[in-house]
């Protein structure tokens, strides 16, 4: 029996508030992880990687970590996409113990160079920048579970109390708004700056979550005479209203770094300055190489030929200008929903990049999500939407 019209839509439109309602929701992620938690039971994950070599056209995949803490500890805001806590690594460690097969990357560009298969399930493991919490939090895990990776290593930064260019952005505006001190002009840097930035203070000039994220959006535009007039500029702001920073190491000392080179974990440059490489002249490509040379060389595990893309960022012709200067491996990242959507093998002429799956505590905290991430399990689908 066909029901009236206007008691279909009515129905429908219950439908739809129902839908709309945080209820609804709530069960469809239960929904999900339920479906997700049963299908990974009876599921043997050889089978969920060779689904994701179908996708991809390789049955590997180059995990990319950055921090391992608990964001609270931290005397700064941090991106939700930067950080794993410590337990949850430690989880991660099992896991891939158990269901992949975890190689070091020298033995993935071994196959590649030779052209011969590679491992089905292979997982690599990395860490970026440096950061203590790697050798700190995830040395003694890997060690436990015996499981290579490799450090990319700003050297620059190591044994120093700097930050990175992100994370002095949020202190310093941070620092600006809970001293009430307005946000000073900008126009010597770029004459366009304040024209930008004005908009995101709030009516006493004070920085606010969108100033912090504008200045970073632009700090991408600047060249390197820009990006220290801008840094110049509000360290004397910070100086003139003797404004304490955070006491804070963010970085592993050289002794740390000699030691995780010396339990076998592959160690590769990160640049020396950790600049965008995109704003950089073959000449002075050449001299961050060369500084980063330098201090790593001594190194039992330095891969010299192989780079990190500081913030993952490339263009061809800082790739054209690498293969001149003798590299032949860059690694940059993927922040996307899933491994589908990674490039895991680019060739530019020589020169190959190598892309990584960024994991971190907000999409990997469960096995589920973990492996869903890894393999590229469709959620979706298995939630019956």
């Known amino acids: 029996m066909k029901l009236p019209n206007f008691l279909e839509r009515l129905i429908n439109k219950r439908i739809a508030e129902i839908k709309a309602s945080i209820f ?29 070599k179908k996708i991809t056209g390789e049955g590997w995949v180059i995990l990319h970590y950055q921090r391992i803490c608990n964001p609270k500890e931290v005397p700064f805001a941090l991106a939700n996409h930067s950080y794993i806590e410590e337990k949850t690594f430690k989880k991660h460690c099992s896991w891939l113990k158990q269901e992949a097969e975890v190689i070091p990357l020298n033995q993935l560009i071994d196959h590649i160079e030779n052209n011969t298969p590679i ?48 994370d002095l952005i949020s202190i310093l505006c941070n620092t600006l708004y809970l001293h009430k001190v307005p946000f000073p002009s900008l126009i010597e840097v770029e004459k366009d700056l304040d024209g930008v930035l004005l908009p995101t203070l709030d009516r006493n000039q004070l920085p606010s979550p969108k100033t912090h994220m504008a200045l970073i959006t632009i700090c991408y535009g600047l060249n390197k005479g820009q990006r220290a007039k801008l840094f110049e500029k509000l360290d004397i702001l910070v100086k003139e209203y003797d404004l304490e920073l955070p006491p804070w190491r963010d970085f592993m000392n050289w ?14 440059n990160q640049l020396h300055s950790n600049p965008w490489i995109t704003l950089l002249s073959k000449k002075e490509l050449e001299q961050e190489l060369d500084e980063a040379d330098k201090l790593l060389t001594k190194l039992p595990t330095y891969k010299k030929d192989l780079t ?26 993927n922040m996307g929903p899933s491994v589908p959507d990674q490039r895991a093998l680019e060739t530019n002429n020589k020169f190959k990049i190598l892309s990584r799956l960024n994991v971190c505590e907000s999409n990997t905290h469960s096995r589920e999500l973990f492996f869903s991430r890894l ?11």
């Open 24 to 52: 609804y929701k709530v069960y469809l992620y239960l929904d999900t992880t339920i479906r997700l938690k049963l299908y990974l039971k009876k599921t043997d994950t050889k089978a969920l990687s060779k689904s994701y």
């Open 119 to 166: 491992p089905s399930r292979s997982v690599i493991i990395t860490f970026e920048n440096g950061f203590l919490d790697g050798y700190a939090r995830g040395a003694q895990h890997l060690i436990d579970y015996n499981l290579p990776a490799t450090y990319s290593i700003p050297t620059a930064y190591i044994g120093t109390n700097s930050y990175l260019l992100y």
């Open 255 to 268: 002794q740390e770094v000699e030691k995780i080179s010396e339990a076998g974990f592959q160690i590769i």
């Open 308 to 333: 990190s893309f500081p913030y993952g960022i490339y263009s061809d012709s800082s790739i054209n200008n690498l293969e001149k200067l003798g590299m032949h491996y860059g690694l940059a990242y």
């Open 375 to 385: 393999w590229g399990l469709d959620l979706q689908k298995l939630g019956g939407n």
